[in-house]
């Protein structure tokens, strides 16, 4: 890119920006460790600190706020916050949101089980019979949702459905696999629930902007600039920060390799 050309850029998001309409982004969510989360009140996680470094390459500035998944949805819907932290892409949202074409990340869903009451899951089919617990407001694969097999039991958070799962009132919960192995050490269950190796669903999360004037842009500003920062080892380092080792991870890694083809 030329210097013209970057500047011509440069000058241009600064028009568009809401700081230069004296504004600042509302962006809300809910805990959704380690992608992001609240740690003594402050904002943490991958996909938190990956936006930050985006929003200030833009000179954007952000305000978080937490609070439940379906409360976030409301208040985006409701055009009272700017945005929201990984959201997957839903037609029905389409018509009061707009997302950056690059996403933050992929989201793996994978089910979890009490180890003494262990379960032989292959497929979706080997679900018949039994208690899944989820999240509401979370959208999950069309496949999961229309089985009629099984019952799908909702708990008020993540930790709560883990918390079910240890009692027995479900038989198994399901969500992402980096969000579940965070869960399960931070509760301290790590000897008494599984991970099973069956990949439910895999899915791209984004932000999602409020619809309002200008946020087209801004979501294509955001896109071209998060895919030039997961071009950089500073990506890499971010997310080697809350997991470790990357290598037993090999979707986090073509995730930036693809970003490097684009």
Known sequence: MSAITRLLCILLLACLSPMALGERLRLVSDDWAPYI?????????????????????????????????????????????????????????????????EPMSDAEFVLYQASRRRHAIHQLDDLDGLTVGTSPGYAYDPQFLEATGFKRESAPSHEANFGKLVLGRIDLLITDRLVGRYLRRQLGLEQQVEELPLVVSRQPQYLGLARKPGREQLAQAFADELRRFKQEPAFVAIIERYIGDTRHLPHAVEQQESSTLQ
């Open 37 to 101: 989360y609240q740690d003594g009140g402050q904002p943490k996680g991958i996909d938190y600190e990956v936006s930050r470094e985006v929003f200030k390459r833009l000179g954007v500035e952000v305000e978080w706020e937490f609070m439940p998944w379906k409360r976030c949805l409301a208040m985006i819907e409701q055009g009272l916050a700017d945005g929201v932290m990984d959201i997957f892409k839903v037609d029905a949202r389409k018509a009061y949101m707009v997302y950056p074409i």
